[in-house]
């Protein structure tokens, strides 16, 4: 059941400020997006309202924000600018069908097994990537239409308004925990911009962000299999990075408020906002990473706080829109920074010489890719090298105890797993032409994994046949026996005591 989930006042008072604090950090990051991807700024601010309302409502990670994001503008310009904005809309409705797809098959529970870290790199990958990105804003247009960056007196007056936001947000609570430190600082560094009549970048030098209500619009493409194949991939690697980030931030912020969020109802959610707003014009998204901790952090912990930056947004967009564009850049700016400063796990820097070398290595390997690439090319590199490092230690693991009985038996106790890593180490350990004429290799404290594992067994059983001798395989599962063709009946499996792991085969399905 769906609950707002503030029991009195203050609760609702801090989810309240808390969401517009969020609302007002959301503005600039949606026009930003939306120059990324190539399409109106309106585009990637109604994104930013419908994501953020819907995956504030129908999401499994109360507190958590939404809206248009860097990592999916990207995937989305080629797009745009080889077939246009309505493509971009029908792509946008596909994303959200295979995130609800992906929720009700339950497949969110697969974040777990991304590791620590990983996780990691993510962090710090995308506190970097917030920073670079607040870096335009130090550069401002010529009057011949080029980009300069700032020098002189508009640096140190943009600079000195950052310094000053960030100290707001510093010290503000440790005098008062009653207001949100991040909104205080915005309002302050306005008033006294405004009051002062200061030169300086504001949020009207990005574009306007005025406009009206957004309006169904149904995708204008050819609903064909032309249009599906030429949308379809991009659909795919769009709910691929959206899922990613929303999975991993619904983590992170877990970690920070100690509770547990639901990640099969976050993908539901993240599809039901993708598929309503590509019907109503809007680009698309995913979860947030640095408004949401600006939420956290400024007391946001419910769905409200979610829902009223929403809807705070939407009126922006519909009635304050000349107020919003007052706002100096730099105020923005600054609570971006410390956002980046509360991201950055400086500890990860402390234990760097601590933790194990690969462990250092796939962290720096993922905030490397993370700033290169984006996040969801970041986070399958990071899985990928910690399995192919997992399976590699662990190919050393396989060993044998050999032991004679009377009548010139010999039998080998086989230890460690087997699997595709760990084959040619175990083909390695036997030699049947040394072996006597019958052998017994023991099972009893080896898993066989997967089919390179019976493979291997398989050729060794191959081997000992062309030698002449008896080979007998003791406690392998009923499916390691059927699938042990070649040898056929010279091979003697023994029956007893046989374990009933289940071995991952197509031959088997």
């Not at 560094?189 to 009549?197: A, H, K, N, P, Q």
Request: aromatic letters at 8%; charged letters at 15%.
């Amino acid at each position: 059941m769906f609950q707002l989930g503030c029991a009195s006042k203050i609760c609702f008072k801090n989810e309240m400020l808390s969401g517009l604090t969020v609302a007002l950090a959301l503005v600039p990051e949606a026009v930003a997006f939306s120059f990324v991807a190539g399409v109106d700024p309106l585009v990637g601010l109604y994104a930013a309202f419908m994501v953020g309302l819907l995956a504030a409502v129908f999401g499994g990670r109360p507190g958590m924000i939404s809206g248009a994001t860097g990592a999916m503008a990207v995937v989305m310009v080629s797009l745009v600018a080889e077939h246009g904005v309505e493509y971009l809309f029908a792509a946008v409705v596909l994303t959200g069908l295979i995130q609800i797809s992906v929720g009700l098959m339950k497949l969110g529970k697969y974040i777990r097994i991304v590791p620590h870290p990983v996780m990691l790199g993510f962090v710090n990958g995308l506190a970097i990537v917030i920073f670079l990105a607040q870096l335009q804003h130090f550069q401002f247009t010529t009057a011949d239409g080029s980009t300069a960056w700032m020098s002189g007196e508009s640096l140190m007056l943009f600079g000195g308004l950052i310094l000053l936001t960030m100290m707001i947000i510093q010290y503000l609570p440790k005098l008062t925990g009653a207001f949100p430190a991040s909104l205080a600082a915005i309002l302050v560094v306005s008033l006294m911009t405004i009051g002062l009549d200061l030169d300086t970048k504001r949020v009207a030098d990005l574009a306007s962000i005025e406009g009206g209500f957004p309006s169904f619009h149904l995708p204008m493409v050819s609903f064909s299999w032309e249009t599906l194949y030429i949308i379809l991939p991009y659909a795919v690697i769009l709910a691929a990075v959206g899922l990613i980030e929303s999975l991993l931030t619904l983590t992170l912020i877990d970690e920070v408020t100690d509770t547990r969020g639901q990640g099969n109802r976050e993908c539901i959610g993240q599809g039901i906002a993708n598929t309503t707003t590509g019907l109503f014009g809007g680009m698309g998204g995913c979860a947030m990473i640095g408004q949401s901790m600006i939420n956290v952090n400024s007391g946001g912990r419910q769905r409200l706080s979610g829902i009223s930056a929403a809807l705070f947004l939407l009126s922006f967009i519909l009635f304050a829109s000349s107020l919003i564009e007052m706002i100096p850049m730099a105020a923005l700016v600054g609570v971006m920074f410390m956002v980046v400063l509360g991201t950055f796990e400086w500890s990860s820097l402390r234990i760097m010489n601590k933790i194990p070398a690969k462990d250092a290595f796939v962290l720096i390997l993922v905030s490397g890719v993370t700033v290169a690439t984006d996040l969801a090319i970041a986070v399958i590199v990071g899985v990928i090298v910690s399995a192919l490092i997992f399976a590699w230690e662990h190919a050393s693991h396989i060993n044998i105890e050999q032991r004679d009985e009377e009548g010139g038996l010999r039998i080998y106790e086989l230890n460690g797993p087997l699997f595709f890593g760990s084959v040619k180490n175990f083909l390695d350990l036997f030699d049947p032409k040394s072996d006597p004429d019958e052998v017994i290799i023991e099972f009893k404290n080896s898993r066989v994994a997967d089919h390179s594992a019976i493979e291997a067994i398989d050729t060794l059983a191959e081997k000992y046949m062309r030698a002449g001798k008896q080979l007998h395989l003791r406690h392998l599962s009923p499916e390691c026996r059927i699938l042990l063709h070649k040898a056929g009946d010279l091979v003697e499996v023994n029956m007893m005591e046989d374990p009933t792991y289940h071995v991952a085969d197509d031959q088997l399905a």
